[in-house]
C-alpha cells in the first residue's frame, strides 16, 4: 500500500459510457495482485471529500489500467483528465483474488465493469478456464478479446439479447454446468452486481464449490480506517463487521451473509 | 531557525499541535503503512466504550457538497479488546495516544475511564459526549448542561489521565459547555465534533443514511467549527483543541489564530491520508516565514 | 396531466410552494429582468424594520467551502421607505408578497407588524428572530425560548396577517421552537436562517467579515438544514417552510418529501438568478414522472 | 442586463499571468457600454457559490473580450475553460463611463487590469486623449497598441522601473500635468486599485476636475440584491451606501467618501 502520484498516459473511451485509463503508476502497477483496488482522488472535484475506488484491470510494467463506468461526478471529472496530468492514488488495496487451485476448473463470473477485477485472475491462472460475462446490453461487455487471447473461453448472456444468449449470466452459467460441464470441480472467481453474486454463491454454496466474490460497496477511506464498506460475515454461530476495503473486496462466498445483502 | 512546534494540551506533551480526529484514523496501523505516526502530534483513536459494539447497519456514509454525513454508530472493540488488539502496536510509537471513550449511561462512562487509567501508554482520554444516555432517557449528553456536567464531574473523579472532553457543536450557547467542563476539571476541551444532518434520496424516499441522521464534517463545517472554537478558546484557560474541516496548513492556522493550542485533522485524512503531516509541515514553514520562534506565538494571533 | 403545485401557506396561496429566501432577492426589481416574477410561488423580501438603517460595514460576505458567510447587518429603508419605494412595484404582479421583519426590541417588531397590518398588497409576515435584543441584554430572540415565546405572542396579536417566524438553526432543540411557535398562533414556520459561523485571513489576522461573524448558508449547510426541517415538520400542524442551501429541483423535492410544504431559494439565486423557476419547472416535471397529481402528495413521502 | 449562454471563442494567454477570453455572446456584447462588466458563472467550480465579475474589455460584433488576471481558484478555473465550452453569463451590469464631455480633454489613468475598463471609453471618444498605464512591472503593462491604433498617446509606468518610467502612474502623471497639459480642462476616467484610484481622485478633486473612478469591490449577486458590494457615497451632509454592482462600478471621484476606502 502506497500514496502515488500517477500520470495519466492515455484515455481511451470505449463503447457505451465506459472508458479505459492507463496510468504510469510504478510502485502500483508492481505490487498489485489480481482483485485489488486503487482509490483514486478526483482532480479538481474540490467538493467531494472522498476518493473513488476502482479495481486494477490490467497492470504492465509501470503502467496501470482501470475499465471505468460512467456514472456520476466522480467518474465524469475522471473522464476530465488530461495526458500528463497527476493523479493521487492509493494502491494496491484490499484483499484480492487467491490464485486459482490446480486441480480445480477455474470459472469467471462477471457483470458489466466486473470483469475488470477479474484480467488478472485470469492472465495469472495456471489453467485457462471459462469467462462468463453478462450486462444489460451489448454495450456492456467488455473487453472479451483480452481475455480471448490469455487462451480462456468467454461466453456471454445480455439481458435485451443484443449479444451472445438472451437473459441473465446466471441462466448462460446455468446451462453451462448442467451440459458442458467436465469432472474438474469448478472455482468461481466472481465480481459484478450483488444480485448476481449472490446467485452464483448460493449455486456454489449449495454444491460445496468455492466462490470467491468480489463486492462492489460504497467506500470513505479505502484502508480500514472509517468503517464504511462494511458487510456481515460469519463468525461462528454470530457475525462480524468485515471491511471491503480491507478483509475484502474479495470474499469466500461462504463466510458472507448473503441474506444481509441488497 | 526551525521554529518549535511543541504544545502541552493538558498534561499532554505533543512534538506539534497536529492530532488525527476521533474515527477518520482507526486505531494506528491502517494508516501506518502511509504515514508516519511519530511525526504526528497525538494519535486520537476512533472512540471506545466498555464491551465490543457492533455501530450502525449501512449504509453509514453519504458525501454532501464539501462534506461528509457520517452514522457509523461507534462500533468497537470495547476496552479490553482494544487494549489486546491495539495497545501494543501503538506503544512502538514515540507519539501519544488519547483515546477517546463514550458510554451509554454516567456509569459506563465512569467504568471506561478508570480502566484506561491503569494502561501504560494511554496519554490521555478524550470524552465523547454526543451519545444518547440510554438510562436517564434520551437526553443528549452532549446538548443538556446539566447531564454534560454530570458526567464530566463523574469521569474526573474516576481518573488522573488527562481528561478532555469533546463538545458537541449543536448547542445555543458553547461557551456555557466549555466553562462547564473548565470548572468540572477538565484538562482541555476539543471540539467540534460532527453536525447533526442529514441526506435522503428522492427516488427512494429513503434516508441516505440506515442511521436517518448522521453528522456532518469536511471543509463545509469549517466556518461554523470556527467560530465555535474562537467563542470556547474565549471562555477558558485551559487548551482548546480546534477541528471540524482541516484539510490544509492554513485551515489549521486559522483555527491556531483564533486560540487552539492544537487542531486535530478529520474527514481530510480520507481524501489525502498525509494531511495531517503536511499540515505540520505548512504549520512549521508559515512560523518560520513569520519569523515566529514558536506555535504558542501565533496561538491567540487573531485581531478581531 | 399538469401537476398541481400550488399551496397554502397559512392563508398564503401561492402558485407554486417555491419563494425566494429573504435577502438572496432584494425587494423584487433587481431580478426582475431577469427573472418573470410572476412565476415564483412566492418574494419574501430582504428584512425590513422600523426606520432606515444602515447595516454593518464592509467586508459583508466570504465565500467559503459550497457555501457563502455574510453579515450584510440588516440594512434597508425601513417600513415607510420600503412601502413608498418598492410595494408599487410590487404590487404589479400577480405574485404574494412576504415582508421579512425584526426589530430591536419587542416594541419594534411589534410596531413593525401593525404597519404593515394595513398595507395593501402584503400577503404576510416572515419575523427574522436571529437579531440580537439590544433592550433586554444580549440574548437573541432565536435561541432563547422564553424571548422567542415573547416576541412571537406580541406580534401575533398585533397582526391579522399571516405570521410565519423564521426559526434560529443553532439551537439543541428545534422542535420545542416549532412548537412554541405553533402554540403562539403562528400561521406557519420557517426555517433555517443562516447558520452563524466565522471566516479568518491568517496574512491579516482578521476576520474576513467586517462583523466578525456571519451566516454561513448555501450548498454546505443543506444537510443540516434538512434535518431541522424534517425535525420541524414533524413537530407541529402548521405548514413549515424549508430552506438551506437549495440549488435544484432535486433539492427542493428534498425538503418537501421530509415535510415541508414550500421552500425558498436563496444563495443559489446568486450563482443562477433562474434558480426558482428551474426549481418550479423541476418539481411539476418530477411530480408528471412519478404520476403524483398534486404537490401535497408529495410533502412528507419520506419513508425514514 | 440578461442571463446569456455564451461560448468560449478562443483563449489568449498573454503577458506574466494574464489572459485575453473571447467569448460569443450577442446578446451582451451589443448592449454593453463603456464600463460595464459581466458576471460570470465559472465552470466546474461547484464549491464557489459565487460568479467573478470582469470588465468589458472590448465588443466586437457578437464577440465580447475580456481580460483578466490569475489570482485565485476562479480565473484558475476560467483558464481550464475549453474551446467551444458554454459559460454562463449575467450583463452588461452596473453603471459605466459617460461619454467624454466635448469641451474637455479625456485622461484615462489604469493600474494593471484596469485598463480592461477604459478600452470602450477610448474607442468610444470623440477626442483621443492620454492614458497613462501603470504597473509592478512590465508584464502588467497590458494592450498598449490597442489604444494608441485607436490614435491615443501611452505613457507608461512602472514601480520597478521595468518599462517607462519608474514609479507611480500618479507621478507620471502628476509630471504630464505639470509639463504638458494643454489649456483644456482634463476630465478622467480611471480604473486601478484604490490607491491609485484614491490619489487620482485627490488630485481630480482638489483642481474641480471630473474624475470617474470605476471602483473593484468583491461582489455578490452583480444586480443590486445581496448588498455585498457596497462603499459609502456622500449625501447631502451625511452618507449613504451606493451599490458598486448597480448605481457603479464607476463614480464621479467627487461623490466617494474616499477617507474610507482602504
Ligand atoms: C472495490 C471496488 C472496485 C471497483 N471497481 C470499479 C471498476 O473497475 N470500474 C468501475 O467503473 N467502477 C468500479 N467500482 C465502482 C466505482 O467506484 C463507482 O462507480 C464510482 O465510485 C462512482 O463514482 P461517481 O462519483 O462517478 O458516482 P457517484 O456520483 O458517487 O454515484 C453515481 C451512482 O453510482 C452509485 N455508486 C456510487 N458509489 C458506488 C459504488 N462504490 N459502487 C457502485 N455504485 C456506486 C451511486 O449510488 C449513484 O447511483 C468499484 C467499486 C469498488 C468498491
Ligand atoms: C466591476 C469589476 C470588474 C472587474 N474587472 C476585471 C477585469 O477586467 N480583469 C480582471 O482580471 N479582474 C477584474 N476584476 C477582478 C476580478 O473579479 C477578480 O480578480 C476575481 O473575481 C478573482 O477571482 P478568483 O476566484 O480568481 O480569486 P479569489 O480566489 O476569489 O481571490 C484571489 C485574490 O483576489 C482577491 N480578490 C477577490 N475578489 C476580488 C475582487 N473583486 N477584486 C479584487 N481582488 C479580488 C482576493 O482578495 C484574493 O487575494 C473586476 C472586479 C470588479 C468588481
Ligand atoms: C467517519 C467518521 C467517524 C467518526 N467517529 C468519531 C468517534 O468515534 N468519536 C468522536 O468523538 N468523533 C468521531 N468523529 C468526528 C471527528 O472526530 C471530528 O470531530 C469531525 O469529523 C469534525 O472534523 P473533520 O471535519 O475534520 O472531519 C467521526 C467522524 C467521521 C467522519
Ligand atoms: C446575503 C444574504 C442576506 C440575507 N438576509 C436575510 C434577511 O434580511 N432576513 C432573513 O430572515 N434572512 C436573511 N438571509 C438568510 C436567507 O433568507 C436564508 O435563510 C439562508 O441564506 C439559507 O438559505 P440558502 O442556503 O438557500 O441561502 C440572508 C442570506 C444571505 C445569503
Ligand atoms: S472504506 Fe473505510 S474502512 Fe473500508
Ligand atoms: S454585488 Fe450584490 S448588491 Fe452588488
Redesign the pocket.
Known amino acids: 500500500m502506497q500514496l502515488e502520484q500517477a500520470i495519466v498516459i492515455s484515455q481511451q473511451p470505449i463503447q457505451g459510457g465506459y472508458s479505459l485509463l492507463h496510468l504510469r503508476s510504478p510502485g502500483i502497477a508492481s505490487q498489485v495482485r489480481p482483485g485489488q483496488f486503487v482509490h483514486i482522488k478526483i482532480p479538481r472535484l474540490e467538493e467531494c471529500v472522498l476518493r473513488r475506488?476502482f479495481s486494477v484491470f490490467r497492470a504492465d510494467g509501470d503502467t496501470l489500467t482501470i475499465l471505468y463506468k460512467h456514472v456520476g461526478r466522480g467518474t465524469r471529472g475522471l473522464k476530465d483528465t488530461k495526458l500528463g496530468e497527476t493523479l493521487s492514488l492509493i494502491g494496491p488495496l484490499g484483499h484480492g483474488f487467491p490464485s486459482p487451485q490446480k486441480d480445480c476448473f477455474p470459472i469467471l463470473v462477471a457483470g458489466g465493469y466486473g470483469m475488470a477485477a477479474l484480467y488478472l485472475v485470469a492472465k495469472q491462472s495456471p489453467v485457462k478456464g471459462i469467462a462468463f460475462f453478462g450486462g444489460r446490453s451489448a454495450q456492456d461487455i467488455l473487453c472479451v478479446p483480452d481475455f480471448e487471447a490469455l487462451g480462456w473461453t468467454v461466453r456471454v448472456a445480455t439481458e435485451d439479447g443484443s449479444l451472445g444468449q438472451q437473459g441473465l449470466v446466471t441462466a448462460l452459467l446455468d446451462d453451462w454446468l448442467e451440459r458442458e460441464r467436465t469432472n474438474e470441480t469448478p472455482e468461481f472467481f466472481v465480481c459484478g452486481p450483488s444480485g448476481m453474486l449472490k446467485a452464483v454463491a448460493s449455486r456454489a454454496i449449495a454444491r460445496a464449490w468455492t466462490a470467491w466474490t468480489s463486492v462492489d460497496?460504497?467506500?470513505?477511506?479505502?484502508?480500514?480506517?472509517?468503517?464504511?464498506?462494511?458487510l456481515k460475515v460469519k463468525s461462528g454461530e454470530d457475525w462480524t463487521w468485515a471491511?471491503?476495503?480491507?478483509e475484502g473486496p474479495v470474499f469466500n462466498a461462504a463466510d458472507i451473509l448473503w441474506e444481509e445483502i441488497e | 531557525m526551525t521554529p518549535n512546534l511543541s504544545t502541552n494540551i493538558g498534561g499532554i506533551q505533543m512534538k506539534n499541535p497536529v492530532m488525527t480526529a476521533s474515527g477518520t484514523f482507526?486505531y494506528g496501523p491502517?494508516y501506518a503503512e502511509l504515514v508516519d505516526l511519530n511525526q504526528l502530534g497525538a494519535i486520537v483513536v476512533k472512540g471506545i466504550c466498555l464491551n465490543e459494539t457492533k455501530g450502525n447497519q449501512t449504509p453509514r456514509t453519504a458525501e454532501a457538497a464539501s462534506g461528509l454525513l457520517n452514522a457509523i454508530g461507534l462500533p468497537g472493540p470495547g476496552v479490553a479488546g482494544f487494549v489486546r488488539e491495539y495497545m501494543p502496536f501503538l506503544r512502538q510509537y514515540d507519539v501519544p495516544v488519547i483515546v477517546n471513550i463514550w458510554g451509554k449511561t454516567i456509569e459506563e462512562y465512569v467504568e471506561v475511564a478508570a480502566r484506561f487509567d491503569s494502561i501504560p501508554g494511554v496519554a490521555g482520554l478524550e470524552v465523547n459526549v454526543s451519545c444518547p444516555n440510554i438510562k436517564e432517557g434520551s437526553a443528549l449528553f452532549g446538548t443538556d448542561l446539566k447531564m454534560f456536567e454530570r458526567v464530566v464531574k463523574a469521569i474526573r473523579n474516576a481518573t488522573r489521565l488527562p481528561l478532555m472532553p469533546k463538545l458537541a457543536p449543536n448547542v445555543a450557547d458553547i461557551a456555557e459547555y466549555a466553562r462547564c467542563a473548565e470548572a468540572c476539571g477538565a484538562d482541555a476541551i476539543s471540539l467540534i465534533n460532527s453536525f447533526p444532518a442529514m441526506s435522503v434520496n428522492i427516488e427512494t424516499r429513503r434516508p441516505m443514511l440506515a442511521n436517518k441522521t448522521g453528522g456532518l464534517s469536511g471543509p463545509a463545517i469549517k466556518p461554523i467549527a470556527l467560530r465555535l472554537v474562537w467563542l470556547a478558546a474565549q471562555a477558558v484557560k485551559i487548551p482548546v483543541v480546534g477541528m471540524g474541516g482541516i484539510a490544509s496548513a492554513e485551515d489549521a492556522l486559522e483555527f491556531l489564530m483564533v486560540g487552539a493550542r492544537a487542531v486535530a485533522v478529520g474527514t481530510a485524512s480520507?481524501i489525502h491520508p498525509d494531511t495531517a503531516l503536511k499540515v505540520v509541515r505548512g504549520i512549521e514553514q508559515f512560523l518560520a516565514e513569520k519569523n515566529l520562534a514558536t506555535v504558542a506565538d501565533w496561538v491567540g494571533a487573531f485581531d478581531p
Open positions: 475506488p460497496n460504497n467506500m470513505g477511506c479505502g484502508v480500514g480506517a472509517c468503517l464504511t464498506c462494511v471491511r471491503a476495503c480491507k | 482507526g491502517e480520507f
